[in-house]
């Protein structure tokens, strides 16, 4: 199928693309990478009369460290200072960055989950965010790390926490007239570990169900904190609240995350049934999941593996 038609416009700058964007209102889309965007106008399923594309603004492409004002260089900074990532950075970019594997190696370990490697030399982190598609990868990723979104409109910036920045099943805080400008990630803790588990019917399909876990351990080696997002089993890109209050408070044994993952799969969720598998069968997957990512995050926070 073929788009309705549409009026183009290929501004030069982020000022120039809000000029755009405030001029036509809910009529305008931002073009991104155009992987969830165009299927969605050959489908119909959007129309926008006025394309606004955002390829050609340069500023909004770069890896950085969070300490710095320029962009990654091999070796720069041992700091373990966070990393920003503008809106238009391709996801494969994301992928292959050192920086991002140094400072944040949970979204590296994630991204060869998404799609297939030619759908990520298209498409960029900040279209995955905006979409916020309950499926992807990255906005789960984005939660688990307690992410910064960067947004800028009319009225000047914003920063959103990535728990404020997701409303709902595609939905963002964004309005029509303003632009996610970066994301930008915390660096890596002490006793801080990560891991991220998915299950796809094939590699690099969208996934039945998935975690993107963060475990924070005190002193005394419990845990502090707890950020666990899910997809593909649920309406909208969110922490999942039960399991992190099992969780938070106690030695992180085996016992405790069986708990955990028990109350994940049970108050958590809500899996849908679909061509692909049944509520209850994604439901399991989310317990097996969940106590999978959990044993890896608490050996990773206790130093016991790595990243
Ligand atoms: P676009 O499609 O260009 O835009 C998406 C939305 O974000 C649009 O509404 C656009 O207006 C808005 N937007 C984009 N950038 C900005 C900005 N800076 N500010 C404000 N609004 C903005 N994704 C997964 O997560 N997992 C998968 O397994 C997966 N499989 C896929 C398989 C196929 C066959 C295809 C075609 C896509 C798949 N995707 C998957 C989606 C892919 O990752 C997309 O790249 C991503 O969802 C959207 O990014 P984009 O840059 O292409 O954004």
Redesign the pocket.
Known sequence: MKPAAFEYHAPGSVEEALELLTEHGWDA???????????AMNFRLARPAVLVD?NGIEE?TFIRGADEGTDEAPGSSGSNDGVRIG??TR?RAVERSPLIARRAPLLSETMP????PQ?RN???I???A??A?P????PAVLLAMNAKCRIRGPEGERTVAAEEFFLGLFGTV?APD???LEIELPGRRPRRGCAFREIARRH????MAGIAASLTLDKKGAVDEARLAYLSVGGAPSLAAGAAEALVGAQPTEEVIREAARVAAAEDVEPMEDMHASARYRARLVEVLTRQALTTAAQRASGASNP
């Open positions: 889309k931002p073009l991104a990478g155009g992987q969830s965007l165009i299927p955002l909004l809106a238009m996801q989950h998404v799609a297939h759908i298209r498409g960029t900040g279209g995955s905006v979409h598609d499926a992807s990868e990255i964004l303003e632009l996610l690099g399909d969208y996934a």
